[in-house]
């Protein structure tokens, strides 16, 4: 796990750049084929790279508060400058992968209609679409027969931290039981040997 610091000490460090992603969720009531219960959207985003992370990024504290930065992100990758305050921030490190580089993580809970109309308009106004951000993406939170669903999900490549934040989160904001999770990342385990 990276090494957390807080967001007070975050803004305080010299010579370090900041990067703030977010988890965007919310209820569902869908169901796949018309059985399997969905139980909540959770975007991601396919980044250029081909990598999976969240959308946001650099954040320049010198200029913006770090969550309007954060908004500022949010438009030009999703096509709409959601709102985010200091009450979405859950936590602050220093990245893994990248020297000098302190990444802030923030969770946003939406309706189900606002997170339909955020999917459309980062196909239709997002600057970013079909550049930096090649598409955003559902988590699947189920299981299906051998390891479809979240283990499948899991076991492609992440950028940074993302992963580890994804399951933090869906641990915080219990759309996942302890024992779901657990299973999810053993099978996805099982599938990169
Ligand atoms: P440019 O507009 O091209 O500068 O990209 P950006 O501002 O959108 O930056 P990006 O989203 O790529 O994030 C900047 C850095 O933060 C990346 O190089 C990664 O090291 C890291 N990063 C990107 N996405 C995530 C994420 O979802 N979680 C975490 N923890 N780090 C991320
Ligand atoms: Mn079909
Ligand atoms: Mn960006
Ligand atoms: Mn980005
Ligand atoms: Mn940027
Ligand atoms: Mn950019």
């Known amino acids: 796990m990276a090494e957390q610091i807080t967001r007070e000490d975050a803004l305080t460090r ?34 250029f790279d081909g990598l999976l992370g969240f959308p946001g990024g650099l954040v320049n504290p010198s200029k913006e508060t770090l969550e309007a930065g954060l908004s500022r992100e949010l438009h030009e990758e999703v096509g709409v400058a959601v709102p ?45 679409h079909g550049l930096e951000v090649l598409g955003m993406v559902r988590v699947p939170l189920y299981f299906l027969k051998n390891g479809g ?21 869906l641990q915080r904001c219990r759309l996942l039981s302890q024992g779901d999770l657990e299973k999810a990342v053993r099978q996805a385990e099982q599938m990169r040997r």
């Open 14 to 47: 010299e010579g370090f750049r900041h990067a703030c992603h977010i988890m965007l969720y919310g209820d569902c009531s869908a169901k796949l084929f018309g059985k399997i219960p969905i139980k909540h959207i959770v975007l991601m985003q396919m980044r």
């Open 84 to 128: 985010v305050g200091v009450d979405n921030h859950v936590s602050s490190c220093l990245s893994p992968s990248c020297p000098r580089l302190i990444t802030h993580f923030y969770i946003k809970k939406m309706t189900e209609s606002e997170l339909k109309e955020l999917e459309r308009a980062a196909v239709t106004t997002a600057t970013d």
């Open 149 to 169: 669903g979240l283990p499948y999900f899991l076991s492609h490549s992440f950028i940074s931290n993302s992963r580890a934040q994804l399951l933090s989160a």
